[in-house]
Nanobody, 119 residues
Framework: QVQLVESGGGLVQTGGSLRLSCAAS????????IAWFRQGPGKERKFVSG????????YYADSVRGRFIISKDTAKNTVYLQMNSLKPEDTAVYYC????????????WGQGTQVTVSS
């Protein structure tokens, strides 16, 4: 099994930056991809950005492309989400999940980390 722990959330003003971390442990060799999702108050959890574990290919939602950057530190088994030019609509709980294979649902969700962007 894979365990994921998110960290790095907080309160920031509009236009500010935050870096989220998703530390993976356990059977990390079984990971196909890790992705960040977010869930705002009263909203569904939505995809934000993902990275394939072995070849580092990256994916972004249109709403964050050009502002957020996803990366991976192989030695630390950690995926980062650098969030720049933050907007109030980025306010949400951010979760990371892992995908064991292509076309398989993401799972092994962490506890989430709150990001609040004040206007």
């Amino acid at each position: 099994q894979v365990q994921l722990v998110e960290s790095g959330g907080g309160l920031v003003q509009t236009g500010g930056s935050l870096r989220l971390s998703c530390a993976a442990s356990g059977r990390t060799s079984s990971i196909y991809a890790i992705a960040w999702f977010r869930q705002g108050p009263g909203k569904e959890r939505k995809f934000v950005s993902g990275i394939r574990w072995n070849d580092f290919d990256t994916y972004y939602a249109d709403s964050v492309r050009g502002r957020f950057i996803i990366s991976k530190d192989t030695a630390k088994n950690t995926v980062y989400l650098q969030m720049n030019s933050l907007k109030p609509e980025d306010t949400a709980v951010y979760y990371c999940g892992q995908q064991p294979a292509r076309d398989v649902n993401f799972g092994s969700w962490g506890q989430g980390t709150q990001v609040t962007v004040s206007s």
